[in-house]
Nanobody, 123 residues
């Protein structure tokens, strides 16, 4: 069974850091582009970041550039999103998703999704 499982979310104060992880089971992430998305209440799901299958290419939405870093460890079958200098507007459910093609922004372009992990930034 193909599954993506996110973990590492939680409650953090503004200015703090969190690292969320995306682990695959039932298949290997090697060869897949991985995107991190987030969805806040009442808002559409948006792509935050993306990493190519090799890890050689990454992309970020403007609002997180310089604060978030995406990385992958194919040996551990896991992709990470390091989030620093967190802001209240980063509060959302964070999802990872996989596709067998280059990074794309559109939600519909991704074939496999995790269940999400809640990130709350609040004092």
């Amino acid at each position: 069974q193909v599954q993506l499982v996110e973990s590492g979310g939680g409650l953090v104060q503004p200015g703090g850091s969190l690292r969320v992880s995306c682990a695959a089971s039932g298949f290997t992430l090697d060869g897949y582009t991985i995107g991190w998305f987030r969805q806040a209440p009442g808002k559409e799901r948006e792509r935050v970041s993306c990493i190519s299958s090799s890890g050689g290419s990454t992309d970020y939405t403007d609002s997180v550039k310089g604060r978030f870093t995406i990385s992958r460890d194919n040996a551990k079958n896991t992709v990470y999103l390091q989030m620093n200098s967190l802001k209240p507007e980063d509060t959302a459910v964070y999802y990872c998703a996989a596709r067998l093609a280059p990074c794309r922004v559109q939600v519909a372009k991704y074939s496999y999704w995790g269940q999400g992990t809640q990130v709350t930034v609040s004092s």
